[in-house]
């Protein structure tokens, strides 16, 4: 008994920043293991956590700032930024774009598809690879070797809303949630893209927002019903198996996540439910750690 309520306490997440609820929404969360950074989206500011937080980029009026990731090669920040149809607090646009900001802030680069319209929501970078997720119609983006251009790698018709991204160990294989369809394996040489099918005990697994991965292990947000949940995910060949990662753990409005090699962080009451109603934030959002072994188990 005395063993098992240590386990438990290990394994319960920490609040590592609060931000001022006078951002009154935080969408994403990146880290290089030492700097934590959140994007701030109705003010469209992207801010750096250490000791406290400090504003270090606002972005042009019209592209507001949605997940963010970490690329450790380029030494680069990552931003989707967009004005998507359908948000009272935004006035709507055809095309947001892919930016990427260095440590200081300043934007280094923007991209967007060369034709149609371009809704990113989600962004992930590994090994030197980043892609981007357009929430609008499904289609999932990979940034071409020059830095300067992004090309499909899920074409047109195939997915309904682009989520969360991660590549598998193998650097060929892109998971992607897709709001709407469930969890997709894409091979990314081919652009073959799989709907993994539903297992038999369990429901196919649409409504996750934010990816993550460790290992052979994937992390996702859970938020198309209150409260929001953190999986762990197995993805195979006759499906993907998803449990809690902390059995009991309940999150208000969680959106994004991310591993910075130690430690999972997720934005845990982003304050999307107050915005949409119009309402003032009074408490700040939390962003929470879970440390994770080397066997990308809490601990």
């Known amino acids: 008994m005395i063993l098992a309520a240590i386990a438990a306490l290990v394994s319960q997440p920490v609040t590592v920043a609060t931000i001022d609820p006078g951002h009154r929404l935080i969408e994403g969360v990146a880290s290089d293991g030492r700097t934590i950074w959140v994007s701030s989206l109705i003010d469209r500011q992207i801010l750096q956590c250490r000791k406290s937080c400090t504003t270090i980029a606002t972005l042009p009026e019209g592209l507001h700032p949605f997940a963010i990731a970490w690329d450790s090669k380029r030494k680069r920040l990552w931003v989707a930024v967009d004005c998507p149809p359908g948000v009272p607090f935004i006035k709507a646009c055809e095309r947001g774009a892919l930016i990427a900001l260095d440590k200081r802030g300043k934007v280094r680069n923007r991209i967007s598809p060369f034709i149609g319209s371009f809704h990113p929501g989600d962004v992930s970078a590994s090994n030197g690879e980043v892609f981007v997720s357009d929430s609008q119609n499904g289609m999932v983006f990979r940034l071409v070797s020059n830095d300067h251009a992004i090309m499909a790698v899920v074409l047109p018709g195939a997915g309904k809303s682009g989520q969360g991204t ?18 997709a ?7 073959k893209r799989t709907l993994l099918p539903r297992l038999a005990d369990k429901p196919l697994l649409r409504g996750v927002d934010g990816l993550a991965r460790c290992g052979d292990t994937y992390f996702g947000i859970y938020n198309g019903s209150t409260p929001g949940r953190l999986l762990k995910l197995t993805i195979g060949k006759d499906g993907a198996d998803y449990a809690d990662l902390i059995e009991g753990l309940r999150l208000p409005d969680p959106t994004q996540v991310a591993f910075d090699g130690k430690r999972l962080l997720l934005v845990a009451d982003s304050g999307w439910e107050l915005a949409l109603k119009g309402e003032t934030r009074t408490k700040g959002a939390p962003i929470l750690a879970i440390p994770l072994g080397k066997d990308c188990k809490p601990s």
């Open 185 to 191: 394996t894409v091979d990314v040489p081919t652009f």
């Open 166 to 183: 991660a590549l598998a160990v193998d650097g060929k294989t892109l998971v992607v949630s897709d709001y709407s369809q469930g969890i």
